[in-house]
């Protein structure tokens, strides 16, 4: 896991909040800010490192050179002629536990057990701790389940709400004994990562009209046809289920109009490279049309805008260039809520089904087939057996993971799925109306791009990269920087989109699927593929879209249990939450409870009918008004009783509540953050941790949390150079005031007073005690270097760089736009009192610019400042007059330059 991105991209968030080793011996990588880390945070921890290696990296300065690998270990490098490549190894946060121990990407994030109280489920619900008991006794070896679900996901959760709702010809319910298990929460990987639409693939009609019409209509008639017919019945039964989806499940989703402007008659080049949608904007009205018409025109009906109507409904827009706009509908819902909803459904109608409960191999009978699993109780760290007469694998992007534990050898089975992840962002909700979103058809380098309100805010999205599935959300920063930049094509020249304005972002994996046993070079879909394994006898299923979640399920349940199978009845059933529901339930809690309007709009949309069994648990704000619902973060319509009821809801973990019972996270990574303590405190009552479980559950979601994008871009990629020996020992001799060759814990107290850092006496003695390895009261040179040469240390120097790099950056862009342009980097030479050529100051933000377009992005800048050499001498002004050089101490005794000089 060392090397992966997401191991370097949660070391390099060390402008952060972090554990030290001596407060937090537990965490396997620290980074090293003090108490306030310039983003308005506190450390969760007394980061007793962390304080004495900021102030050493304000005396020692942070030393740049030419590379930053993530592959092996660097220690302090003894002094050479020239510059040595440094490399070093990176690791991401992962608490301890007994029982995990695999570090392979993929793998589900650690957890640690908390043995949680037992609280009961929702009205009609059993409890998670009963869901459990059940798992232990009902599936034996003499009467095994008749369906047991690896995946918890919308695909996993629906198998099992589909299998608990059959009936027999005599219309009997419960005919199928039905069990599923998920490692993580429900919908804690791909299905709560998605755009957030039900939509019903008008890109995918576009990509099979394209396919027909072309010379392979005339060279494979036959098989062009084919793959056409495929294609389209793919997206008419999209239109089927998002039909559905709006009309059965109103109190999950909404319409959203999303307007497509044209800004010219002709593209060129053309979408999809194909010549007919280079007229796209004469034909998008009737393609529209058409594309009602596949629901039966029972959405609403698509229509054109004028320049003028534009204006006054999305005036976010660029009106320039604009000729008109089209404007059709898709469906939008709250993805991981709506996979919560069929989780419980299922629940509700029988099935035992379970979070945090991973298989850790399966059960074979004398024949090789498999009868059974063994699963792991991730909360607890109890284990079971489960016995099922029919086992399926709906494990999205991972599923290949389950089929090589399947497969009972170590010979790697043929891959069936391929991920392809699609990174989002969000922005503040004045980029676009709060009903209308925006449709990018043809983006720079030919993608989708949706640009769409929700839950307040703006999301933007998705890319596509195909790469192995990841459990942790982290979002590449060229790709937030992608979708920024393709945002300004079609809005309002006024509204600056800064980097800045990125309140959180985060990528999730779409499996690709096709059949292993197909014949070589068979297309890969994005329509679903199941495939059963003739040795072991376990059905796996892979691919599709949310939008077919039901389909998907009733698929592969007729496939597995044969001719004569029970009769599918999830179309005529309203997913939990459904009952009670009503367009004039928000009325209803406020004139009720004295609630906010848009906290009760909120709740309706998230709870249904349940809403009532949320606000029961709401206590007294104090106030007039409102009088009920404390806020759980300011600004959002999160309040308190949420996070009750959410334990309800079998949220076992902090970051379960702050990213899919609420969506805070997903809305506001900082604020997420900022809400974690209060979450924590809540969840201690309602499930009765110690003190103990609560600080490593505030760990693990802290590093889970981080791992979302947020306002201040991550480098994952940063060069810098260690400090040598000799600089190492100018430290310590530096502390070392009498000359004694040892340091005492005076000595360390002055050096703190001196640098302007004075500190609490039992953090310097915390400090003290981590440096003193022999515990005899003296620091030797050995000691010291010993400690300086840590990951911690290193981790500090470069967190001081990149923290008053950012500084600087911000000194700079006086009008805070998110970025640095010409004529800043030209007042800030003058305010520095610097007389620099105007050709020179060209030239420098020529270099700076690295992708040309006018403007000085951070990422940009730290990779100018992080540069070996600078022939201008503009990179060693920044750097001594604005503080990356630090207070100068060790600066005279290396002829007057900075490490950084």
Same mark, same amino acid.
């Given at each position: ?14 402008? !952060? ?18 108490? =306030? ?73 650690? #957890? ?20 459990? @008991? @059940? ?76 396919? #027909? ?25 999209? &239109? ?7 009309? $059965? ?16 008659? &002709? ?6 490279? &194909? ?11 009737? +393609? ?85 699993? $063994? ?33 009972? +050898? ?90 800045? =304005? ?22 890969? !879909? ?29 698929? +592969? ?37 004295? #609630? ?5 709009? /909120? ?107 947020? @306002? ?32 005492? %814990? ?17 953090? %310097? ?36 760089? /990149? ?50 377009? *006018? $403007? ?9 400042? =992080? ?33 950084? *000089?």
């Amino acid at each position: 896991m060392s090397s992966s991105p997401v191991a370097r991209i949660l070391a390099a968030r060390s402008l !952060s909040k972090a554990w030290a080793k001596a407060a937090a011996p537990h965490v396997r990588s620290l980074s090293v800010l003090t108490s =306030d880390n310039g983003n308005g945070y506190s450390s969760h921890s007394g980061s007793n490192h962390s304080t004495l290696m900021t102030l050493l990296a304000m005396g020692s300065g942070a030393i740049i050179s030419s590379s930053f690998s993530a592959k092996s270990s660097a220690q302090c490098e003894p002094p050479k002629k020239s510059n040595m490549t440094l490399t070093r190894q990176v690791t991401f946060k992962q608490p301890s536990s007994s029982y995990s121990k695999k570090k392979n990407i993929g793998d589900p994030f650690p #957890l640690t057990p908390t043995l949680n109280n037992e609280v009961p489920g929702p009205t009609g619900i059993p409890s998670r701790a009963e869901q459990l @008991r @059940r798992l232990n006794v009902n599936g034996t070896t003499d009467a095994p389940y008749d369906v047991l679900v690896i995946g918890g996901g919308a695909t996993g959760a629906g198998i099992a709400f589909d299998a608990a709702t059959r009936t027999n010809s005599a219309g009997e319910s419960n005919v199928l004994k039905v069990a599923c298990i998920e490692r993580g929460d429900f919908a804690s990987e791909t299905s709560s990562r998605s755009t957030k639409l039900i939509w019903a693939g008008i890109k995918y009609l576009a990509s099979a009209s394209a396919a #027909l019409i072309s010379w392979n209509l005339l060279t494979s008639p036959f098989k062009t046809v084919n793959d056409f017919y495929g294609e389209f019945s793919m997206v008419f039964q999209c &239109h089927q289920e998002r039909k559905y989806m709006l009309d $059965k499940q109103r109190h999950l989703t909404n319409w959203v109009p999303i307007v497509c402007p044209f800004t010219e008659w &002709h593209i060129w080049p053309p979408p999809f490279g &194909h010549w007919l949608f280079s007229f796209f904007p004469i034909l998008a009205p009737a +393609v529209f049309k058409f594309y009602d018409g596949l629901s039966q025109f029972t959405c609403p009906p698509s229509f054109i805008m004028g320049k003028k109507e534009a204006r006054a409904k999305f005036p976010q827009l660029n009106e320039k260039d604009i000729k008109y706009c089209a404007v059709f509908y898709e469906g939008q819902h709250n993805d991981a809520r709506t996979n919560l909803a069929i989780a419980l459904s299922a629940a509700e109608k029988g099935a035992d089904i379970a979070n945090y409960v991973e298989m850790t191999e399966g059960i074979f009978d004398a024949a090789g087939k498999v009868v059974g699993v $063994k699963a792991l109780d991730r909360i607890t760290g109890d284990t079971m057996e489960i016995y099922a007469k029919h086992v399926i694998f709906a494990g999205g992007p991972f599923t290949d993971a389950l089929r090589q534990q399947e497969s009972g +050898v170590e010979t790697p089975v043929k891959p069936a799925v391929m991920g392809a992840s699609g990174s989002h962002i969000v922005l503040p909700g004045y980029y676009a109306p709060s009903d209308m979103g925006l449709l990018d058809y043809n983006t720079s380098d030919g993608r989708f791009l949706f640009f769409l309100p929700w839950q307040g805010s703006v999301i933007v999205g998705t890319t596509d990269k195909k790469c192995p599935a990841e459990t942790l959300p982290y979002p590449p920063e060229e790709e937030i920087q992608w979708m920024l930049k393709e945002c300004e094509k079609y809005l309002n020249k006024n509204i600056k989109v800064r980097r800045s =304005d990125v309140l959180s972002a985060w990528r999730g994996w779409r499996p690709l699927a096709n059949d292993p046993n197909a014949a070589p070079g068979a297309q890969v !879909s994005r329509d679903h593929v199941i495939s059963k394994n003739p040795k072991s006898g376990v059905t796996f299923i892979a691919g599709g879209k949310w939008t077919t979640w039901r389909e998907m399920a009733e698929d +592969v349940l007729d496939k597995v249990l044969g001719d004569g199978h029970p009769k599918c009845n999830t179309l005529d059933i309203t997913l939990h939450g459904g009952d009670g529901y009503s367009e004039s339930l928000p009325i209803q809690l406020i004139q009720k409870y004295g #609630l906010m309007e848009d906290v009760a709009q /909120h709740l309706v949309k998230t709870y249904g009918g349940r809403a009532w069994e949320v606000v029961d648990k709401c206590k007294s704000t104090g106030k007039q008004w409102p009088r009920y619902g404390i806020p759980l973060a300011a600004n959002y319509p999160y309040i308190e009783a949420e996070v009750r009821f959410a334990c309800q809801e079998y949220a076992c973990t902090i970051e379960d509540i702050l990213s899919r019972r609420t969506r805070l996270a997903f809305l506001n990574s900082e604020a997420a953050l900022e809400a974690m303590p209060r979450v924590a405190d809540i969840m201690a009552e309602e499930l009765g941790w110690s003190r103990k479980i609560k600080a490593k559950q505030i760990e693990t979601a802290t590093a889970y949390l981080e791992s979302f994008g947020g @306002r201040i871009p991550v480098e994952d990629d940063l060069h810098i150079r260690l400090p040598t020996l000799e600089e190492a020992m100018d430290v310590f001799r530096e502390i070392d005031r009498d000359g004694s060759g040892f340091l005492d %814990i005076q000595e360390v107290k002055e050096m703190a007073i001196r640098l302007g850092q004075p500190l609490p006496e039992d953090r %310097i003695k915390s400090i003290f005690e981590a440096m003193d390895k022999n515990k005899d009261g003296k620091v030797e040179a050995g000691e010291f270097m010993e400690w300086f040469s840590a990951d911690s240390t290193k981790e500090g120097i470069r967190n001081y760089f /990149h923290q008053k790099t950012l500084q600087i950056f911000k000194e700079i862009d006086t009008d805070n736009s998110g970025f640095i342009d010409e004529q800043e980097l030209i007042d800030i030479s003058a305010r520095l009192g610097k007389t620099i050529s105007d050709k020179k100051m060209k030239d420098i933000f020529k270099e700076m610019d690295a992708n040309k377009d *006018g $403007k000085i992005q951070l990422d940009e800048f730290i990779a100018w400042m =992080d540069k070996e050499t600078d022939d201008t001498g503009f990179h060693r002004m920044l750097s001594a007059t604005m503080g990356l050089g630090g207070t100068g101490w060790l600066d005279k005794k290396h002829g007057g330059g900075s490490f950084l *000089g």
